[in-house]
C-alpha cells in the first residue's frame, strides 16, 4: 500500500511563479486536507473536501486553489508564489465512516516548499 | 473557535523514564475526538492515540497513555519508558465530530530523549 503520495517531495519557487503540489491516496478515504505546517504554529488547515467534486476552505485558504475530480487525488494549486508560502506542506486522509474514524488522518510525507 | 495548546516547546526526559506531554484545549461542542502524533526528524506525521470526548476510560496504546480530565479540557499524553527513538516532535489535535475533515493542531512539543 503506498498510503498517501505527495510530489515532489522539496521546490523552490520564485515570487510570481504557480505550480501544483499533487496528493493522491489509494486507500478510497472520502476525505482529504491540505495543511501548512510553520515553524512554532502547528498544521494550519488549507483546504479540504469531503468527496469528489466537493470541496472547501478552511483556516488559512489565500493563495491556494484545489479541486477535487477523483476520490484519489487532491492537488494543490499556488496561483501566485509568495514569500510568506514558504513551508511544509502535507496532504492528508481519512474515512468518513464514523466506526473508522478512531485513527484520524493518514499523512503524506510533506512537500517543503521554499518561494524566493 | 476549537483552539489547542501546548505549553511546553521542548522537553526532555531520561532514557527508561517516563513522561508527560501537556495539552489543554477549548471547544464549545459536546462530541469531539482528541488524537496525538509524533513526527520525527524525518518529518512524517504519524498517529499514536485517540480518545473519544464520551470514553470514560483513558486510552492506552502500548507506552502511550492518554490522560484525559474533561472538565479540565486536558488530555496529556504519557509515555512511559522512553527511548532514544521517542526523540520527536509531538502535536496534540482535536476535531470535531460534527465535521471529521477538520483537524486544528497545537504548536508541538519537542521531546529530546538523553541515554
Known amino acids: 500500500n503506498a498510503g498517501v503520495t505527495q510530489t515532489p517531495k522539496f521546490q523552490v519557487l520564485k515570487t510570481g511563479q504557480s505550480m501544483t503540489l499533487q496528493c493522491a491516496q489509494d486507500?478510497?478515504?472520502?476525505?482529504m486536507s491540505w495543511y501548512r505546517q510553520d515553524p512554532g504554529m502547528g498544521l494550519r488547515l488549507i483546504h479540504y473536501?469531503?468527496?469528489?467534486?466537493?470541496?472547501d476552505q478552511g483556516e488559512v485558504p489565500n493563495g491556494y486553489n484545489v479541486s477535487r475530480s477523483t476520490t484519489e487525488d487532491f492537488p494543490l494549486r499556488l496561483l501566485s508564489a509568495a514569500p510568506s508560502q514558504t513551508s511544509v506542506y502535507f496532504c492528508?486522509?481519512?474515512?468518513?465512516?464514523?466506526?473508522?474514524?478512531?485513527?484520524?488522518?493518514?499523512f503524506g510525507s510533506g512537500t517543503r516548499l521554499t518561494v524566493v | 473557535a476549537q483552539k489547542i495548546t501546548q505549553t511546553q516547546p521542548g522537553m526532555f526526559v531520561q532514557e527508561k523514564e517516563a513522561v508527560t506531554l501537556d495539552c489543554t484545549y477549548d471547544?464549545?461542542?459536546?462530541?469531539?475526538?482528541l488524537f496525538w502524533y509524533k513526527q520525527p526528524s524525518s518529518g512524517e506525521m504519524i498517529f499514536l492515540i485517540y480518545q473519544g470526548s464520551y470514553d470514560e476510560q483513558n486510552a492506552t496504546e502500548g507506552r502511550y497513555s492518554l490522560n484525559f480530565q474533561k472538565a479540565r479540557k486536558s488530555a496529556n499524553l504519557v509515555i512511559s519508558a522512553s527511548q532514544l527513538g521517542d526523540s520527536a516532535m509531538y502535536f496534540c489535535a482535536m476535531r470535531d465530530d460534527a465535521n471529521f475533515n477538520k483537524f486544528y493542531f497545537g504548536s508541538g512539543t519537542k521531546l529530546n530523549v538523553k541515554p
Open positions: 473536501s469531503v468527496g469528489a467534486g466537493i470541496t
Open positions: 486507500m478510497n478515504h472520502e476525505y
Open positions: 492528508a486522509s481519512s474515512y468518513s465512516v464514523r466506526g473508522q474514524i478512531n485513527y484520524g488522518y493518514t
Open positions: 471547544t464549545s461542542d459536546q462530541s469531539y475526538g
